[in-house]
């Protein structure tokens, strides 16, 4: 209860503080434009996606570990610590670990811009090799409502608040284990212009159960974790201002507390170029950081040039865009999280560690895109020490198409990509054919093929499990906003494991009703 007075008290006072200074009419919030990036667009509906992750990656139709167990996104071979998530204006990788948890969230409208390649230069540490925006959908008054096997969900809204609800299982999380693991989540986002600013609030509650924690030194298969989250965005014409926090708390007595405190003031001082300044305040438990940045991005005809200056660290980024051809140059770094550099009672503190240094160029045309990362300094985790040291170095390359054939009978969708990457649990090949069509009032149908090959990569001395997977949604349009829903994931049941012994896989058929009121 306390956390949660906290959180309301931090977005009130911010809007107090906006409502003083709000004189202009409210505005839509432009994007920077990242020449010569690789730039897609798109948005998460519960009727087609378990999730907004399996929106942003074609072929991730399956989580490890069953429903609320960690999900990270990970671009072109690399560490989920790599690619930077903002959501409604702010970061929300958490300050301890450095990457953000798709798995707390629920099914729920979103939309997103995923920029692929480095990004440092606007987005600041960790945007080595990708960057995540998502915005929460406030479009109008709806009801949605699905149900399946040990699995349900219901959310509704309107234009400026929306709640939600979830609980699920996969049965157990381990394939030797008959205990059953369960999920929930409780979401209320809210959305309010004062003047020119508009404040987004998001607030999640959330539980899970799971196998195998230590009680002490004793084993127990009845693991609980419960959390809180709280993200406050407010945004101007020219400032963003933001606060998030996870508070966490485990059976065994473990918790941990993150926050961050942002600020991000820019101006466009001529046609084209936008200078800025970002601060951040980060704490784990008891340790703060603070990391503070300028920044200038230009943009000339169809070339693009960025600078940043943060942490003793400068980050260029060239661009060019021409007829459809993109081609992007840049470093970029990423600094040591606060989990990494201080440790726990099961990790070792190691406050000496280097940041990241990266450095990539990526091309893309008419669908295809290709590109080659390369890092030193990486900071990996080390049994030998039992704390995170600069392990060496390391590269990703590879290729990727990504095509939508519009049809007289319907939509096909072709996605299929090579990736060669020294990271562990990385798919050498995965492509994703998904069909789709229908009519506006009556029946509309999806249905795709997923595959994932590892190249018989191990974890842990044990072969892990190449994914080949049908799914099928169907649906039927009563009226324009009147649709019932069938999905189908998994068709030929096939269990498989990406994790060894954790299952990932398994049949699951849920039904939808959608209500636009």
């Known amino acids: 209860m306390e956390v949660k007075i906290k959180a309301l008290l931090v977005a009130g006072l911010l809007a107090i503080g906006l409502l003083m200074s709000a004189v202009a009419k409210a505005s839509d919030i432009e994007e920077v434009i990242v020449i010569g990036a690789n730039i897609s667009k798109g948005h998460s509906d519960p009727n087609y996606d378990n999730s907004i992750i399996e929106a942003l990656d074609p072929t991730r139709v399956y989580q490890p570990g069953g429903v609320g167990g960690f999900v990270g996104a990970t671009t072109h071979g690399t560490d989920t610590k790599h690619t930077t998530v903002y959501r409604n204006g702010i970061p929300v990788n958490d300050p301890g670990s450095g990457w953000y948890d798709f798995g707390t969230e629920t099914p729920t409208f979103q939309s997103y811009t995923t920029i692929s390649g480095p990004n440092s230069t606007l987005y600041g540490s960790s945007s080595m090799a990708g960057t995540i925006l998502m915005e929460d959908n406030f479009d109008g008054n709806n009801i949605f409502v699905r149900a399946g096997e040990d699995k349900w969900s219901i959310q509704g809204g309107t234009e400026s608040f929306h709640l939600s609800t979830y609980r ?65 965005s407010v945004r101007g014409d020219w400032l963003t201002v933001g606060y998030t926090m996870n508070d966490v708390k485990h059976n065994t007595g473990w918790s941990s507390k993150n926050e961050r405190y942002f600020v991000d003031a820019n101006k466009e001082v ?10 951040h305040q980060e704490k784990y438990n008891d340790k703060w950081d603070t990391r503070t940045a300028v920044y200038a991005n230009y943009n000339l005809n169809q070339y693009g040039f960025g600078y940043r200056f943060e942490e003793d660290e400068h980050i260029y980024r060239v661009g060019y865009t021409n007829l459809g051809f993109n081609l992007s140059l840049a470093n970029s770094f990423r600094k040591p999280n606060l989990y990494e550099r201080y440790g726990d009672d099961w990790t070792f503190a190691n406050p000496n560690l280097k940041p990241e240094k990266g450095k990539g160029v990526e091309a893309s045309f008419k669908g295809v895109t290709a590109w080659y990362y390369e890092f030193s300094e990486s900071i990996d985790y080390s049994f030998v020490t039992s704390s995170y040291i600069n392990a060496g170095s390391y590269d990703s390359t590879g290729i990727k198409y990504n095509k939508t054939i519009i049809m007289d009978e319907g939509n096909l969708i072709l996605f299929v990509q090579y990736t060669d990457s020294d990271r562990i649990r990385v798919p050498e090949y995965k492509t994703k054919v ?72 398994g049949r699951e058929i849920s039904l939808s009703l959608d209500l636009s009121l």
Do not use: H
């Not at 809210?190 to 030194?217: A, E, R």
């Not at 046609?271 to 970002?278: C, N, S, T, V, W």
């Not at 990569?457 to 099928?472: C, Q, Y």
């Open 434 to 505: 998904t069909w789709s069509g229908g009519s506006t009032y009556g029946f509309d149908y999806q249905i795709s093929y997923v595959g994932q090959f590892e190249r018989g990569l191990e974890f842990d001395g044990k072969p892990i499990d190449d994914v080949s997977t049908f799914n099928l949604d169907l649906g039927y349009n009563l009226t324009p906003r009147y649709r019932v829903g069938f999905q189908m994931r998994d068709i030929f049941d096939r269990n498989f494991e990406i994790l060894p012994g954790y299952s990932a896989g």
């Open 168 to 232: 699920g299982s996969n049965g157990s999380v381990k394939t030797d284990n008959t205990e059953e693991d369960w999920f929930e989540n409780k979401t209320l986002k809210t959305k309010k212009t004062f003047g020119q600013w508009n404040m987004v609030t998001v607030l999640q509650d959330y539980k899970y159960d799971y196998d195998s924690c230590y009680l002490g030194w004793d084993k127990t298969d009845d693991c609980t974790q419960k959390g809180f989250k709280t993200d406050v």
């Open 270 to 279: 001529k046609p084209g170029l936008i200078i800025g300044a970002q601060n």
